[in-house]
């Protein structure tokens, strides 16, 4: 394989696989090596979709079914065949005997479907996948259908999608993180569906994963009329004909939901009044051939982050003043890669409602919003949940076209009073030092001191202003680094930062510590000049800048403009920094030096801040609040 198909394989950059294939490990660990670091990419957990049950009490009854499937000789598709011919008949769809020995094998319910109520179309589809389980597996010996049956019959039945908990509940983590499919919450469809329920025809999902934006559109509306989907899984689309035909035993049409890759088909052949309303993957790993062809139909989006590019080809297929609404990862709003699809859409489909969700997947770490948008609208304003305005102009002047989702016109205004303050930007002659990335901590990071192991500072050890002691030492000696920086670099005063987390924690260092990559660091220039400041100190100390960044002000003007888990560079060289006189910086290095030995002194310099851009009482609330 080349470094570009690995690379894509392992859904990484060759930058990152060159640095990997640069350590000093054998050869015969190989790819498989390198796939075992992708992470979530490879990992064989299963994850109790938890937000997907309609009653969290039933999350023991499903475990429990989950482990009886897996205790199964099969493979996932025939795990997932098993309970779904279960299922049917538990709903009366089909009728057939029990064997008459203890168990049976799924090729002994061959004529269960003649006498079926399904429609033809289904039971085609579930006799083909039985005909295509291999031979083996088809004869596999099950247990009798009864051991499932217990299940279903306690609660378990009332949870609206069983078959589609079923598949999450069965899936690897690493197949699903590949494919981004995480199903959305029936709670969530509802209120992304409401708006348009009496305004909107008919409905297209491109992901449609088990149907539940279809399902959901059709109960609310009383009609299975204008329902139509696309999934590039299989048993995706053999679950949503099965949940559409459990709800509306009278469509027999079930071909509206079809196996295909939206993103490539040649139309979505949407009627003039659909609305489109998906959960797309996002993060997904699109195979070479469709990234090649993306990159060609849409240059603009660099990012080729998959949800970026559903939201593209939605606009492209949508008519003149068509909705969709959308669920996507909140990154989409504040990450600097993802700008590409912001100016995209402040310049064609703008937003007309956002609302954030939270952390609405269990094994997901990123917060999600649904997007509502509508293609050429001329608004001004975009609705934010439903009590809360926000002006489409502020996000086109925010850096990067930013949607500070989180942050109102009223706070927006007080940042913008803040960066026309008394401030300075950070001096640009900085040196940043990123911590060290071993490539494998437990080969190079020690419990314990060694001679010749230098103490290694991480992230948890970073507090406000002083850190704890170093609880882990560099192994220099076990070969070379995945990535660093000279350590000698590291032995100069410096001011440290927790690089994830969401409150801003920066330390002094005065030992010269080395970092692990979880803590980066800042080295002052000697002096910074600051032209026409006759009042001001000629240079910014360290001092001043671990005053401001752990002062309530700064987290305030971080999180409302960036929201983001990390630390990054740029915000930091965007953000304000007070500008003060002799005087101030005198008392400034006093509390800092307190508050490294310590002392409490936050109120002190918060009140400090706060006098010093002038904000009123109102102002001062918005920011402790």
């Known amino acids: 394989m080349t470094l570009r198909e690995q690379a894509d394989r392992l859904n990484i950059s060759v930058h990152t696989l060159k640095n990997w294939q640069n350590r000093s490990e054998s050869e015969e660990?190989?790819?498989?090596?390198?796939?075992?670091?992708?992470?979530?990419?490879?990992s064989s957990k299963q994850i109790l979709p938890k937000e997907l049950l309609q009653n969290p009490g039933n999350a023991p009854?499903?475990?429990?079914?989950?482990?009886?499937?897996?205790?199964?000789?099969?493979?996932?598709?025939?795990?997932?065949?098993?309970?779904?011919?279960?299922?049917?008949?538990?709903?009366?769809?089909?009728?057939?005997?029990?064997?008459?020995?203890?168990?049976?094998?799924?090729?002994?319910?061959?004529?269960?479907?003649?006498?079926?109520?399904?429609?033809?179309?289904?039971?085609?589809?579930?006799?083909?996948?039985?005909?295509?389980?291999?031979?083996d597996e088809a004869a596999a010996p099950l247990p009798p259908f009864s051991d499932l049956s217990g299940l279903i019959k306690k609660s378990l039945n009332r949870e609206y999608d069983l078959p589609g908990l079923i598949y999450q509940s069965l899936r690897k983590e690493g197949g699903r993180s590949r494919q981004g499919a995480w199903f959305t919450p029936r709670r969530v469809i509802d209120s992304m569906l409401r708006p348009y329920i009496n305004k909107k025809d008919s409905i297209f999902d491109p992901c449609c994963g088990s149907g539940l934006f279809l399902c959901r559109f059709a109960e609310l509306k009383g009609s299975s009329e204008g329902i139509s989907g696309m999934d590039l899984d299989p048993m995706a689309v053999f679950i949503t004909r099965i949940n559409l035909f459990l709800r509306f035993p009278s469509m027999t049409d079930l071909t509206v939901i079809t196996v295909t890759d939206s993103l490539l088909t040649p139309s979505w052949n949407l009627s003039e009044n659909c609305l489109v309303a998906t959960n797309p993957p996002w993060g997904a790993h699109l195979q070479p051939e469709a990234k090649r062809v993306m990159k060609k139909r849409y240059p603009e989006l660099s990012s080729g982050e998959t949800a970026s590019?559903?939201?593209?080809?939605?606009?492209?297929?949508?008519?003149?003043?068509?909705?969709?609404?959308?669920?996507?990862?909140?990154?989409?709003?504040?990450?600097?890669?993802?700008?590409?699809?912001?100016?995209?859409?402040?310049?064609?489909?703008?937003?007309?409602?956002?609302?954030?969700?939270?952390?609405?997947?269990?094994?997901?770490?990123?917060?999600?919003?649904s997007c509502d948008i509508l293609?050429?609208?001329?608004?001004?304003?975009?609705?934010?949940?439903?009590?809360?305005?926000?002006?489409?102009?502020?996000?086109?002047?925010?850096?990067?076209?930013?949607?500070?989702?989180?942050?109102?016109?009223?706070?927006?205004?007080?940042?913008?009073?803040?960066e026309h303050g008394k401030s300075r930007s950070l001096p640009k002659d900085c040196r940043w030092l990123l911590g060290v990335v071993t490539g494998d901590n437990r080969r190079f990071v020690a419990d314990s001191p060694a001679e010749g192991c230098p103490p290694l500072l991480t992230g948890?050890?970073?507090?406000?202003?002083?850190?704890?002691s170093p609880c882990c030492?560099?192994?220099?000696?076990?070969?070379?680094?995945?990535?660093?920086?000279?350590?000698?670099?590291?032995?100069?005063?410096?001011?440290?930062?927790?690089?994830?987390?969401?409150?801003?924690?920066?330390?002094i260092d005065r030992k010269g510590l080395i970092t692990l990559n979880s803590a980066n660091s800042i080295v002052l220039p000697?002096?910074?000049?600051?032209?026409?400041?006759?009042?001001?100190?000629?240079?910014?100390?360290i001092e001043e800048l671990a005053f401001w960044y752990n002062s309530s002000l700064f987290k305030f003007l971080w999180l409302k403009q960036y929201r983001s888990v990390k630390m990054l560079r740029r915000h930091l060289e965007y953000l304000p920094i007070p500008l003060w006189k002799l005087d101030e910086k005198s008392r400034i290095k006093t509390l800092v030096q307190n508050a490294e030995k310590g002392q409490d002194t936050s109120s002190l310099m918060d009140e400090m801040i706060f006098n010093h851009f002038e904000l009123n009482e109102e102002e001062r609330r918005f920011v402790l609040s």
């Open 61 to 135: 009854l499903l475990n429990e079914m989950t482990d009886l499937l897996d205790s199964l000789e099969l493979s996932l598709e025939g795990r997932l065949l098993y309970f779904i011919i279960h299922f049917l008949k538990f709903k009366g769809v089909l009728e057939y005997s029990e064997p008459d020995r203890p168990s049976g094998s799924l090729n002994t319910l061959e004529n269960i479907l003649k006498t079926s109520d399904a429609p033809a179309l289904l039971a085609e589809e579930l006799q083909m996948r039985l005909n295509d389980l291999p031979k």
């Open 309 to 369: 590019l559903f939201l593209r080809r939605c606009v492209e297929e949508l008519p003149p003043g068509g909705a969709a609404s959308f669920l996507l990862p909140e990154s989409l709003c504040y990450v600097q890669t993802h700008k590409d699809i912001r100016t995209y859409l402040l310049d064609h489909a703008a937003p007309v409602r956002i609302s954030p969700r939270g952390r609405l997947f269990h094994s997901v770490y990123s917060e999600v919003f």
């Open 526 to 541: 000697e002096t910074a000049d600051l032209d026409g400041e006759s009042e001001s100190s000629l240079s910014i100390e």
């Open 375 to 418: 293609k050429g609208g001329q608004q001004r304003k975009i609705r934010i949940n439903s009590n809360e305005t926000h002006s489409l102009g502020r996000y086109k002047k925010n850096p990067d076209h930013i949607f500070n989702i989180h942050c109102s016109d009223q706070e927006a205004a007080l940042i913008t009073k803040i």
């Open 473 to 507: 030492w560099l192994r220099v000696d076990k070969g070379p680094l995945q990535q660093s920086r000279k350590l000698e670099e590291y032995a100069e005063a410096k001011l440290i930062y927790r690089f994830i987390g969401y409150t801003p924690l920066f330390s």
């Open 460 to 468: 948890k050890e970073i507090k406000p202003f002083a850190a704890d």
């Open 29 to 42: 660990q190989g790819v498989e090596s390198l796939v075992s670091r992708a992470n979530k990419l490879s």
